[in-house]
């Protein structure tokens, strides 16, 4: 599958950004999603994750209660709402697949990444 990440920019703290993740070339519901973040000199840390139907998410505790991964499986695309902006929260988003059945948070867990997009918070 081919993801396509889109909707990052620079907002100040406390503001609120969208980001989707467009997929193609094969059956987006049979897919597990997630989002990746990586900040400069860091690793790449997970974010939040979503099933294959959208009735069940999973979120990093440093992102809990401020972002939101949904999906519209009709449309091929998984969003991620990032309310309450945190200077920290400043990194590259990827937006990731798998077809593994079992959650792992893990970025050796998914198989098909996107090209990532850049998520810069001003204080």
């Known amino acids: 599958v081919q993801l396509v990440a889109s909707g990052g920019g620079l907002v100040q703290a406390g503001g609120s950004l969208r980001l989707s993740c467009a997929a193609s070339?094969?059956?987006?519901?049979?897919?597990?999603m997630g989002w990746f973040r990586q900040a400069p000199g860091k690793e790449r840390e997970f974010v939040a994750a979503i099933n294959r139907s959208g009735d069940s998410t999973y979120y990093a505790d440093s992102v809990k209660g401020r972002f939101t991964i949904s999906r519209d499986n009709a449309k091929n695309t998984v969003y991620l709402q990032m309310n309450s902006l945190k200077p920290e929260d400043t990194a590259v988003y990827y937006c990731?697949?798998?077809?593994?059945?079992?959650?792992?948070?893990?970025?050796?867990?998914?198989?098909?990444w996107g090209q990532g997009t850049q998520v810069t918070v001003s204080s």
């Open positions: 070339g094969r059956t987006f519901s049979n897919y597990r």
């Open positions: 990731a697949a798998t077809t593994n059945l079992v959650f792992r948070p893990e970025r050796t867990a998914f198989g098909s």
